[in-house]
Structure formats: C-alpha cells, structure tokens
C-alpha cells in the first residue's frame, strides 16, 4: 500500500540558510501533520493542515510556516535556521476526522536536517 | 547511526518472552490512545489504538490495556521476536474535535535477544 512519502531524506544546511522539506501525504488523504524529533526525544507536534487550511499549531517557532496545497501535499519552510533546528521532521497524514470519528496518523519515513 | 532513543528507559528481554511496556498519560481529557513503534531511521509505525470507553484491545501478538483510573497505559507484546526491537511510543489525543494532534509520551527502547 502507499505511505507517506517525504523528501528530502537527509538535507544539511548551514546556519542561517532556508530548507524546505514536502510531504506528500497517502492517496485520498486530506490532513497532514508535521512533528519534530530531537535526538532521544519524542515526537512533537508542530503544525497541521486539512483541506489547505491550518487546522492545529504546536509548538512551531516563527521562523517555520507550512502550508498545504490544492493536491493535498505539504512544505515545510524553514528560515533562519540555528544549530537547534537539527532533527527528524515527520510528516503524518490521515483522513480528515468528522465529529465522534478519530482517524489514524500514518507517519513517513522523516526527514533528518542537520544544520551545521 | 541512528541517535533517536539514546537516553530512553530500556526493556531486555529474551525472544519467546512476553513483553510488557508501560506509559502513563496525565490529562483525564485524553479520549484516544495509540501505540506506535519506531524502528532506527523510520517513522513511527501504527500497532494499535484504544479508544477512552474501552480497558483492553486485542491485536495480533499485542493487546492494549488502559486504566483510566490511575491514567495508565499499557502495550503486552507475546512471544516477543528480534523483529520487535524498536522504541515503543504511547501518544493521546485529546478533545472531542476533530484535527487534534497527537501527544506522545517518553519512549522505550525494546530489545530482544535471540
């Protein structure tokens, strides 16, 4: 079955320099949701989007904005980047949920950034 | 290498053994709950779910058990195989509306010796 597919894999980047990392989520799927992974530490939620629109913000730091287009896949823009930016960034998608329905996150395989 | 879940709580165990991994949750908010296992250099894998109404869900080789009363969650895996070697996250979800996010707790390292 098709999964989440995210790219780059590995991106490095110097201090202060952008990335942009896409996620295209699985097929019929309309929500995406970005975490961030730190070395030895749990998954944290950033942002997400259902149907083009921002559904739910975490803690995503102001130099980050997301967004999602027509064919539902997401970017993730990453500005000013600092040394503490290095992580995974998962993108999971699902359906979108309706009222007394929860809907499961499939997760990609991530995006580790190293910033350097 | 992989450095996700250097400093995570560890469980050994031998292959053949059950294993039981444990997670407490602190919002009484909590509706849905969900196991997700994260092999080295992957994005976390569904395994199962449990929904706030429920205390035991059964899946294949693993069964989900949730006490509400003292916000505990916990994952059984039977006759554990090396293949089951991962960090093991519980995550919630909270609210009754739609697009929530998930909330995961502090993995643990699973190994499983032969």
């Known amino acids: 079955a098709a999964g989440v597919i995210q790219s780059p894999r590995h991106l490095i980047k110097e201090k202060r320099e952008t990335a942009t990392l896409k996620c295209y989520p699985i097929?019929?799927?309309?929500?995406v949701y970005w975490y961030q992974q730190g070395p030895g530490q749990d998954p944290q939620f950033l942002i997400s989007f259902y149907e083009k629109m921002q559904s739910d913000k975490g803690s995503i730091p102001d130099r980050f904005s997301a967004q999602q287009f027509s064919d539902y896949h997401s970017e993730l823009n990453m500005s000013s980047l600092e040394l503490g930016d290095s992580a995974l960034y998962f993108c999971?998608?699902?359906?979108?949920?309706?009222?007394?329905?929860?809907?499961?996150?499939?997760f990609g395989p991530g995006t580790r950034l190293l910033v350097l | 290498g992989e450095s996700v879940g250097l400093h995570l709580p560890t469980l050994s165990v031998q292959e053949g053994d059950n294993s039981i991994i444990n997670c407490a949750y602190s919002n009484s908010a909590s509706d849905y709950f969900i196991w997700y296992k994260q092999e080295s250099g992957k994005g976390p894998q569904f395994i199962i779910d449990?929904?706030?109404?429920?205390d035991k869900r059964q899946g294949q080789r693993v069964t989900v058990l949730l006490n509400k009363t003292v916000k505990h969650l916990s994952l059984q895996i039977a006759a554990t195989q090396p293949g089951d070697s991962a960090v093991y996250f519980c995550a919630e979800k909270r609210g009754n509306t739609g697009f929530q996010k998930l909330v995961f707790g502090t993995g643990t390292r699973l190994l499983v010796s032969p």
């Open positions: 449990i929904r706030s109404n429920m």
């Open positions: 097929p019929r799927h309309d929500t």
């Open positions: 999971a998608s699902s359906l979108g949920e309706s009222a007394g329905v929860v809907e499961t996150q499939y």
